[in-house]
């Protein structure tokens, strides 16, 4: 089974920047791929980014252009970088791996707010 663990959380400012890591382990991380989701309380979680084994890219409508998901195998990480953050980017993101199956992190939370 896959164990992926997200950090890089916190309270920013509108318009600031976060860099969320996300480190898995428990399968080959080389062949994953992995997405970012992020869930506000009492709303459905929702997809951000998702980055394949070939760093193939797809981005959620409403962070295109402002976050950036990349991948270092040799770090068994992917990051999330977060760009011009903005109110409604509030959340709780988690980190997914697939492998044949989901496994999640826990999440870390991220606040934009002045």
């Known amino acids: 089974q896959v164990h992926p663990a997200e950090s890089g959380g916190g309270l920013v400012q509108p318009g600031g920047s976060l860099r969320s890591p996300c480190v898995a382990s428990?399968?080959?991380?080389?062949?994953?791929?992995i997405a970012w989701y992020r869930q506000v309380p009492g709303k459905q979680r929702e997809l951000v980014a998702d980055?394949?084994?070939?760093?193939?890219?797809i981005y959620s409508d409403s962070v295109k252009g402002r976050f950036t998901i990349s991948r270092d195998d040799s770090k068994n990480t992917v990051y999330l970088q977060m760009n011009n953050l903005k109110p409604e980017d509030t959340a709780v993101y988690y980190c997914?791996?697939?492998?044949?199956?989901?496994?999640w992190g826990k999440g870390t939370l991220v606040t934009v707010s002045r």
């Open positions: 428990g399968s080959l991380f080389s062949r994953l791929t």
């Open positions: 980055i394949t084994s070939v760093s193939n890219t």
């Open positions: 997914n791996a697939w492998d044949g199956m989901d496994s």
